[in-house]
Nanobody, 127 residues
């Protein structure tokens, strides 16, 4: 079972990036997915999650209104559209598979409830 992220890079403050994460090795549409980030010297921080069907989405307060998570179960892919980027968004971004299909916000936030992680993609926001 694998997750492979792409789409990171350098963006200016106020700019946008779109991350993608392709899954393989399990029935993608049966599980919730999240994006998690880790800045240098800091702990991993949950950013956004959506349930297996994509019907419900959840966001950390720090990105609410700026980031949008979505998924295409036919393509085994989860996305993170990041708009109005800020320097504090600089981090390595990981996609992760939840062990649940329909977790609520508290379970999305618990990083121990994810059993598959990608290698991450670096996002740097700087002028």
């Amino acid at each position: 079972a694998l997750l492979e992220e792409s789409g990171g890079g350098l963006a200016q403050p106020g700019g946008s990036l779109r991350l993608s994460c392709v899954a393989s090795g399990w029935t993608f549409g049966h599980y919730a997915m999240s994006w998690v980030r880790q800045a240098p010297g800091k702990e991993r921080e949950w950013v956004a999650g959506l349930v297996s069907t994509g019907a419900d989405t959840y966001y950390a307060d720090s990105v609410k209104g700026r980031f949008t998570i979505s998924r295409d179960n036919a393509l085994n892919t989860v996305y993170l559209q990041m708009d109005n980027l800020k320097p504090e968004d600089t981090a390595r971004y990981y996609c992760a598979k939840s062990v649940f299909p329909f977790p609520g916000l508290e379970l999305f936030r618990r990083l121990q409830e994810y059993d598959i992680w990608g290698q991450g993609t670096q996002v740097t926001v700087s002028s």
